[in-house]
């Protein structure tokens, strides 16, 4: 019998054996000789028996003398299913060991491992290969077969056969794992252990779910299909019938709201001249509790004629808008049936006739006058980007308010209004209000005022949106809530003040929070932003760092995720001019505000890949034309204004 080559490993550290044990790389070793004069196995245990040393003891070493080369591999009884190499007795025992310690195998029950044995010949050699593999397999067979290949210096030769046998090995054990998992389960299924129809309901969800020819089609909303229908009615010769449609609603309501207001005001002079006499009286004939008795009177008979009035608006507004919905539905089914004349007859007809009412019966309001100053610039280093700014010294609510105007009924920026109502060009407005999400007071209640003057025919009503906020909001602020609780338990001293001023304000908002409103019945915007600010804003020290600048930040960046292309922002971040607010303070504000949007701008490039957009900055109507003309005069010095270029002819 001749002697063997030794097959042996790079010289590899403890750490990186133990590692490669663990991933399974397995282990390579020349084949037993089958001539009948080598001696039976034996162990190596019983090996260093003999030579006075216990089997693979705690502190064996990394590099021990190895074996003789002619003495053939044997398989570790202690350790089985690894075997050993000739040139180099490692204590492979030892190490898988230590790793089943450190790292219990979770997942044991359902992992099975299987060796997979590979045998080849080189020369006169015959070698065989040895990995322990886990099923079921995770790792790429790929990755595991180039391992192999290199750390056991496999010849080129058996490359891909000893792929494709790998690739084999674990397709076949692994059906044979799938195989005996469905005769368990049929078995569980036959023996009465699981209920066939709660399978068979759950199969049947697995497939609607993840396959296109059994899931259940989608079905548009109704929301969906008449936005769809709406667009392209807005966008065909009907849509001066729908606006002056609209108008009339509007009309409608207009005149139960006056006929609201006359009532409340009656009621109210009544009560006025009730409690003047009661008052004559005090001391006299009656005493402090009638007088309480009858401002309790008084109180109740108001919140009566309110609540009937807002019942009777609600559902004035609830009949408009299924009517008009049900009609914008049929008018568009009218007009794809190519035989129906008489519905092409009735919208060519029907808008004058609609304006000629209106121009008889119409009011004209008196607007005040409105100064403006326009401006193109040009933002960016390299890839420039054009927009568009104004100053406005207007009140916000003016892109609110519709106006009823004796000679053209409905107004063109309406119709714009309304044919970009479903489109990526969506007007917005900032409004500046307090903590609380309510409209019961100062310009929350002006606008929620304008909002039901018109029917809303394709979104909820102001106060449903208002509740649906208030909900997300008290939701929000308790997760907060939980959070900042956790966080300060873990520090030895809290804010305590903090976390009560946090448990007392869940329903109300932090200051540079906003909420947003949809519309589509105000005159020329779709998207109200409602930016909560407090007292600091009055003050000279607000810095770029200052809650409702960072408001006005996240303001911009939905309107360029969300295709706002046009917002109005109050430039002193004020809507009424007060004492304090002197030349200086303006100009220092509008400073700031203009430089920091134009920071923001310049991010937008970033966002939305620089798309044109309108900013409107508007200032009270309060303020004087002399400081508006001065905020003019800041504007161009602040941003790259476009120079113009005057053309002139040769003579």
Known sequence: MGSRRPCVLPALSLRFQVQEVLFGTGALSPAPSPSASSPPPRCIGEQQKERGRACVPQDFPLNPTPRGAGTPPRIDNGCPEMFVF?????????????????????????????????????????????????????????????????????????????????????????????????????????????DINQLAETWAKAYKETTLEHAKPEETSWDEDFADVYHDLIHSPASEMLLNLEHNYFVSISELISERDVELKKLRERQGAEMDKVMQELGKSLTDQDVNSLAAQHFESQQDLENKWTNELKQTTAIQKQEYQEWVIKLHQDLKNPNNSSVSDEIKVQPSQLRESVEGNGRIYEEQRLLEESFTIHLGAQLKTMHNLRLLRADMLDFCKHKRNHRSGVKLHRLQTAMSLYSTSLCGLVLLVDNRISSYSGIKRDFATVC?????????????????????????????????????????????????NIERNQSN????????????????????????????????????????????????KVCCTHDITTISIPLLLVHEMSEEMTIPWCLKRAELVFKCVKGFMMEMASWDGGISRTVQFLVPQTISEEMFYQLSNMLPQIFRVSSTLTLTSKH
Do not use: W
């Not at 077969?145 to 058996?158: E, Q, S, T, Y």
């Not at 600091?536 to 020290?541: A, E, F, L, P, Q």
């Open 86 to 194: 000739e040139t180099d007795l490692f204590p492979l025992c030892l190490a898988r060991n230590k790793l089943k310690r450190m790292k219990p195998n979770k997942g044991k029950t359902l992992t099975r491992e299987r060796d997979y044995v590979y045998k080849f010949s080189a020369g006169n050699e015959h070698l065989v290969l040895t990995v322990p593999l886990k099923f079921p397999v995770q790792e790429n067979i790929s990755h595991l077969h180039g391992r192999l290949m290199v750390l056991h210096n496999l010849p080129c030769f058996i490359e891909n056969d000893l792929k494709e046998s790998l690739s084999k090995f674990v397709e076949e054990e692994t059906i044979k794992d799938y195989d005996r998992e469905a005769e368990v389960a049929l078995e569980a299924v036959k023996s009465g252990k699981v």
């Open 452 to 500: 039901q003057e018109c029917t809303d025919f394709h979104f909820p009503g102001i106060q449903e949106q208002l509740e649906i906020v208030q909900k997300v909001v008290l939701k929000a602020r308790a997760q907060r809530s939980s959070k900042t609780k956790r966080h300060h338990e873990n520090k030895i001293s809290g804010n305590e003040d903090k976390l009560k």
């Open 509 to 556: 908002i932090l200051p540079g929070e906003f909420y947003i409103t949809r519309h589509s019945n105000l005159s020329e915007i779709h998207v109200a932003f409602h930016l909560c600010v407090d007292d600091n804003v009055r003050s000279v020290n607000v810095t770029a760092r200052d809650p409702a600048i960072m408001g006005l930040r996240n303001i911009l």
